[in-house]
């Protein structure tokens, strides 16, 4: 399987907090992969990093062979990344159609139908007239990841796509992430969701204090030692020596 | 019951096209039934607002950086048109063939000012186009050979009748207040517009979207600045002279910002009813209380009334009970009527 996207010791520090140190991951092409840690290991900020939201302070970012480090966000969605955000970043005060021509390349009367399909893909189409900023949370991330498809990105980067919003919902975006995984999108998601991981994806990467402590299929790092040691802060390498 | 939905939206139609109609039959038969200069002179000048306030509106009330610097345009486009006029010997109604030099001196100095303020938000943003205002206006009192000073710039006499005067004018006006608010509109449905729009609520988003939102303010503040110019170059033919205190007023922007409140930030109509309620109101208290500092107490005034009782403006806000009033009695819940709709109703 061929790397779409990679990051090469990509460090970030905000005043004297190092968020990303020699931060390194790798997502294979038509995979979902998973990106796990605790709180403050840095993976929105790689996400940033990634999207052009924040700039790194060094290392590099790579789609497919492409270096698109510190590149501005519209260029790093033009070339092909689109990402959706923890707390949902919907246009509250355009109506849930508009807010996905925003976003939408094709021509008038096209970029109406192709957005209304999108609307159908994720369920909400019936809320088309409605202003964004009525939806619930559970539709509004629907509608952000229906607007981020609208341009058809070849890596979809999902920050936190199960936080907070209830059980049949989470399997609803779960079905939809396995669909478009099966049309040939790729997948890089962050996701507290142990489950939710899990479930959907072929490899996981886990963070710790900005770097990379462990990386590999869901069954292997449900039990490793390392992502235990960074999710419960003990040191479990040393429990067991003594 | 889609049969019953299509007849409503063909009445609303039918409503809104009989509206204009007449909204146009009155607009042009309006000096000829109210022919005194008084009254055609008030109704230019609330014209030239519309025509200010949409332009301001297309940029500011639709991306939500509230711009204090509209004078520089309106300014540069007066001082460019009389100047033109002086120095190329321009006189009689040639010199209306200079109006679009009005509107590329606005455009010009668009470019590198919104360059500048525009890569800054919100209080930055404003305290940016003030400082901006108050260099031209500076700039326009100094610089003597070229704008006159404090003597300011004179128009060249217009052979009209002064019977016919206002009129004309009248008429000139019109046209530019209906060619910005159509400008306005087609803004407003475009995508650009909904770029727009969109910048307004989280421009960050918007550029992760692949929007250069950059270049959309840009395009948008340009062209507000090339419609603000043209306005200020008739404004000027209008009142034949331009001062520095009058080109670059600082009370212009506060009124554009007021109108646009009052009637409904980024909305068509509000900044229209805005300029119609204000613009006249303010004449008739300057010219009624010449001595006084009337009209600025008011507008003030009318200032924190609207941000107390309507901060959303006129037409929002009605169009709010409007909605309230069309629902009462009917279930807070629509029926489900698709699949499709019962699945987005679940996952609320």
Not at chain 1, 212 to 225: C, K, S, W, Y
Not at chain 2, 191 to 201: C, N, P, S, T, V
Not at chain 2, 268 to 286: D, F, K, M, N, R
Request: aromatic share 10%.
């Amino acid at each position: 399987m061929s790397m779409l996207l990679r990051t090469e010791g990509v460090r970030k520090a905000y005043g004297g907090v190092q968020a990303l140190d020699a931060c390194e991951i790798e997502v294979g092409e038509g995979s979902v992969a998973g990106l796990i840690g605790p709180n403050g290991s840095g993976k929105t900020t790689l996400f940033n990093v990634i999207t052009g939201y924040a700039k790194a302070d060094a290392g590099h970012v790579y789609l497919a062979d492409r270096k698109i480090t510190n590149l501005a966000p519209d260029k790093v969605f033009a070339l092909g990344i689109g990402r959706t955000f923890q707390l949902t970043r919907i246009f509250a005060s355009l109506t849930v159609l508009e807010n996905m021509l925003v976003a939408s390349r094709h021509g008038r009367g096209s970029a109406r139908k192709h957005a209304m399909e999108q609307l159908d893909f994720v369920g909400i189409a019936g809320h088309q007239a409605e202003l964004a900023g009525t939806l619930s949370y559970g539709q509004r991330k629907l509608l952000e990841l229906a607007y981020v498809l609208v341009a058809d990105p070849a890596v979809i980067l999902l920050d936190e796509p199960a936080g907070g919003v209830n059980l049949s919902l989470v399997n609803h975006i779960a079905d939809r992430i396995r669909e478009l995984n099966a049309a040939g999108k790729t997948f890089l998601i962050v996701e507290h969701n142990m489950e939710f991981v899990m479930g959907l994806c072929d490899r996981v990467t886990v963070l710790d204090s900005g770097t990379v402590v462990a990386a590999g299929p869901p069954g292997i790092i449900r039990t490793d030692r390392r992502v235990l040691n960074a999710y419960l802060g003990e040191d479990l390498d040393a429990g067991e020596d003594e | 019951m889609a049969g019953a939905k299509i007849t409503s939206v063909s009445r609303q139609r039918v409503a809104a096209v009989a509206g204009l109609l007449l909204l146009a039959v009155a607009a042009i038969t309006f000096p000829l039934v109210f022919s005194s200069p008084v009254v055609t002179n008030y109704a230019v000048y609330a014209l030239i607002f519309v025509a200010v306030v949409s332009a301001w509106n297309m940029f500011s009330g639709f991306s939500g950086y509230i711009s204090l610097g509209q004078a520089v345009f309106f300014g540069s486009g007066a001082y460019a048109v009389g100047i033109a006029a002086r120095d190329w010997h321009v006189t009689g109604t040639a010199v209306f063939a200079l109006l679009p030099l009005a509107a590329a001196v606005g455009a010009v100095i668009a470019v590198p000012f919104g360059l500048v303020a525009l890569r800054v938000r919100r209080h930055t943003f404003i305290v940016i186009t003030i400082a901006v205002f108050f260099i031209f206006q500076l700039m326009a009192y100094n610089l003597n050979s070229f704008t006159g000073g404090t003597i300011g710039v004179s128009a060249p006499f217009l052979p009209w009748s002064p019977t016919t005067f206002n009129n004309r004018f009248y008429y000139i006006t019109l046209a530019c207040a209906v060619a910005a608010v159509v400008i306005a509109v087609l803004i407003r449905r475009s995508r650009f517009g909904l770029q727009l729009r969109a910048i307004r609520d989280d421009e960050d988003r918007v550029r992760g979207l692949g929007v250069r939102a950059m270049r959309v303010k840009l395009a948008a503040f340009v062209l507000s600045a090339a419609i603000t110019g043209l306005v200020g170059g008739v404004w000027f033919l209008y009142l034949t002279q331009v001062l520095p205190a009058s080109g670059f007023d600082p009370l212009f922007d506060l009124s554009l910002v007021l109108m646009a409140f009052l009637g409904g930030l980024g909305t068509i109509s509000g900044p229209i009813i805005g300029a119609l309620i204000v613009e006249p109101g303010q004449l008739y208290l300057t010219i009624k209380y010449t001595n006084g500092y009337l009209s600025e107490i008011l507008l003030g005034a009318l200032f924190l009334l609207i941000v107390l009782f309507v901060p959303r403006g006129i037409v929002p806000t009605a169009g709010e009970w409007i909605r309230r009033l069309r629902s009462r009695g009917r279930p807070a819940v629509p029926p489900v009527t698709s699949p499709a709709r019962e699945a987005s109703e679940a996952s609320r």
